[in-house]
């Protein structure tokens, strides 16, 4: 089968690699469909996440038909159309059995590595190292997808793959982030990052209730995005200062809540300190730039939440503490526990309150994933989501 | 986790350091520590004062870096010292022999500690002779009942499913069983009796190998509920021996033997087997979770492989 496979730092191939087949008894075989590219497949294509190897296959949004299931798997058939969560949970232990689905005890058999820079190790993900599992990913013809009666979720009404496939991450992870403000009516929530991420915890705070919502990027179409489809307030931090912008439109008092979806790769403009952030990342004695978390922290209403949505995969410096211990601001983060969401999402979708293919700019053959790569990595060519098609 | 072992460990080592800091008074200043314990300042004593340091500074060394029981040669320098105090007392005016008395009291009180620890290793761990000079001790979180846990691990031959090692362990009745593992470094397989010396329904099981194993070994396994009632926890404490003894053991963690690594993986394996039905595979380890594969492990992609 033709896959998606890493090669170097911001190199990838499509290659030919053997089709998967079942290791263990809950595992299903799927023929994908759709699958995208996702801001965090970046960070593993520039080289900033740990323990990526040379052909590993990428991906973990995904979709497609199951062509195989093993002899556990009762609730799939040959033929069913799915969706399946980024990360791969056993639905046994304690943590999926209180839903922290990201946080599944047995799906990583690399726990051990993941220990030893984390403390504890998350589940295992879909094409994301082998610090998190080194499972092959979905960015390709086939995909084994283990714990199949625990994740995939049938799709059995007319939706389109593109209506459907970012149930995967995107879409609950940004309902997530929005869901860890805990908003209440009248609040204000500023969005770092007007990625699919960003967009969608905008959306999802209007829909939990934010009185006004603002997101910051500095690309003119995902701005644009954002002011005309969700009709939130934009700031371009390219022109203007973000924190005393901020300030203004709150006479003083700050967003309520803060929702980072930016992540360890933070653009900044050519200040002192961006400079010390990309010279420590690049000797390694600092993993993350975390320019967009300081700016959320220090702008954050006292008292408020700062939910970070955005990847990181080790140590930051540089990291405002006093902002947050003096001023009780709390911070909640994780990857998105999506199992939980998937039903409540969809049931959104089709009501047409979610119309989540907003995002998409391109649309690509499985062939052209590295062209794909370039493109978003670079926001050319108005790059906001690349859907590829096996 | 806290076993009786290892606070063993724990006031060996304090005496050693103890043994070091004694050292050095009487290796300074034999003079002023002659006159404290009432004895002469003459060139004889104070030579004698030396050799009492020298030996001091040796137990330090001995306690720090060897085995627990090597504390026993605080206790045989402490009879030497006593002795040699109360030979002291027998020629003496009245206010020398005050302060040697008193230093003869504060001689049976360390004695009394070194005697304490020294008996503590000799305590076993199941009334009998325990192999292995080496100990190690793991622990797993397991979301099952401790009962459900215990009657898994209490079918011997349920073992092999989750210890990468072994090959099988058959029951031979009687609480006897008969293991049989790859042998690490080499390619034929080791083989050995083991017995159940003591066990209680759902809490704990402990085992040791019989006289001519190939790996003397015996452990004990405790099953106990989490603090909510919920899961169980897992404990093992094992102790062993592998050939060669401490140039073995290094050998073999050159090698990529890490027993310790080992016997956490193995309990990784338990909690997938009793939560999931099986141990997860990926492409990138077949096995499953293997410390020693991590390293090697091929790239995260089909390789044609299935069970």
Redesign the interface.
């Known amino acids: ?1 033709r ?1 998606v ?1 890493w090669e170097a730092p911001t190199k990838v191939g499509v290659h030919d ?10 595992d299903a075989i799927i023929r994908v469909t759709s699958t995208a590219i996702c801001g965090s497949d970046l960070h593993l294509y520039n080289g900033y996440v740990p323990e990526v ?5 990428l991906g973990h949004e995904f979709m497609g038909e199951v062509v195989e299931v093993g002899r ?1 798997v009762s609730n799939l058939a040959v033929g069913d159309r799915v969706v399946v969560p980024f990360p791969i949970a ?1 639905g ?3 943590s999926c ?1 209180r839903e922290l689905w990201s946080l599944c ?3 990583n ?5 993941a220990e030893k820079l984390m403390g504890h190790s998350p589940a ?1 993900i879909f ?1 994301y ?2 610090l998190l ?5 979905g960015q390709a013809e ?1 995909v ?1 997808v ?2 199949a009666d625990v994740g995939p979720l049938k799709i059995e009404d007319d939706l389109s793959d593109e209506q459907v496939l970012f149930l995967t991450d995107v879409l609950p992870t940004g309902y997530m982030g929005a869901e860890l403000c805990d908003i209440k009516p009248g609040d204000v929530v500023a969005v770092w990052g007007a990625g699919p991420v960003g967009q969608f915890a905008a959306l999802s705070a209007g829909l939990l209730g934010a009185a006004r919502v603002v997101v910051i990027d500095r690309v003119p179409e995902r701005l644009a995005l954002a002011k005309e489809k969700l009709g939130a307030e934009v700031l371009d931090y390219e022109e203007t200062s973000v924190l005393e912008e901020l300030r203004e439109l709150t006479a003083g008092r700050g967003p309520d809540h803060c929702i980072e979806a930016v992540g360890m790769e933070a653009h900044a403009d050519f200040t002192p300190l961006h400079v010390y952030d990309k010279a420590k990342q690049l000797v390694k004695s600092q993993t993350d730039r975390p320019q967009a978390l300081r700016e959320a922290i220090l702008a954050c209403a006292n008292g408020g939440t700062v939910s970070v949505m955005g990847v990181y995969g080790g140590f930051v410096d540089k990291f405002p503490m006093g902002s947050v211990m003096n001023r009780s601001l709390t911070i909640r983060s994780g990857q998105c526990h999506v199992h939980r969401y998937l039903r409540p999402l969809l049931d959104r979708i089709r009501s047409g309150e979610i119309d989540p293919t907003y995002v998409i700019s391109h649309r690509l053959p499985l062939e052209e994933a590295p062209h794909a790569y370039e493109i978003f990595k670079h926001k050319k060519d108005e790059c906001t989501k690349v859907v590829l098609r096996p | 986790m806290n076993t009786p072992e290892r606070t063993t460990r724990r006031l060996v080592s304090a005496l050693g350091w103890t043994s070091l800091a004694l050292a050095a008074a009487p290796l300074v200043a034999p003079d002023r520590v002659a006159r404290a314990v009432g004895v002469d300042d003459d060139p004889a004593n104070r030579l004698l004062v030396r050799g009492v340091g020298a030996r001091e500074l040796l137990h330090g060394v001995l306690l720090l870096i060897g085995p627990t029981p090597t504390v026993w040669t605080r206790v045989a320098g402490d009879g030497l010292d006593l002795a040699l105090l109360g030979r002291a007392c027998r020629s003496q005016t009245a206010a020398a022999r005050a302060r040697t008395v008193t230093a003869l009291g504060v001689v049976a009180g360390i004695t009394a500690v070194d005697l304490y620890a020294a008996r503590r290793t000799l305590r076993q761990q199941h009334g009998a002779w325990r192999p292995g000079p080496l100990e190690l001790t793991a622990s797993v ?1 397991v ?1 099952r009942s401790p009962e459900e846990v215990y009657e898994f691990w209490r079918r011997l031959e349920n073992l092999p499913r989750f210890m990468l090692h072994l090959q099988s362990v058959e029951d031979l009745g009687g609480n006897r069983s008969r293991w049989r593992a790859n042998a690490p470094l080499r390619r034929r397989c080791v083989e050995w009796e083991a017995e159940i010396t003591s066990e209680e329904r759902g809490r704990r099981i402990a085992w040791k190998s019989l006289p001519g194993a190939d790996v003397a070994n015996s452990g004990t396994v405790h099953f106990a509920p989490t603090p909510d009632g ?2 169980t926890e897992v404990k093992v404490v094992l102790h062993y021996d592998v050939p060669g003894g401490r140039a073995g053991r290094a050998l073999a963690r050159l090698l990529g033997e890490e027993p310790v ?1 080992q016997v ?2 193995d309990l ?1 394996r338990l ?2 087997v009793l ?12 096995e ?2 293997d ?1 020693r594969r ?1 390293a090697l ?11």
Do not use: W
Request: aromatic share 4%; hydrophobic share 25%; proline share 11%.
């Open positions: 089968m896959a496979c690699v053997p089709d998967p087949r079942i290791l263990n008894d809950r190897m040379p052909g590993d296959v556990g056993c046994a232990c304690r059995e005890e047995n799906s058999p690399n726990a051990g590595l295992g094409g190292s082998h599992g080194g499972y092959p990913g086939y084994r283990p714990f | 979180t979301n919920v899961s690594q956490r993986d990784r909690k997938q939560e999931t039905g099986d141990v997860v595979r990926t492409e990138a380890l077949p499953g979770t410390a991590q492990q091929g790239p995260a992609a089909p390789n044609g492989a299935a069970r």
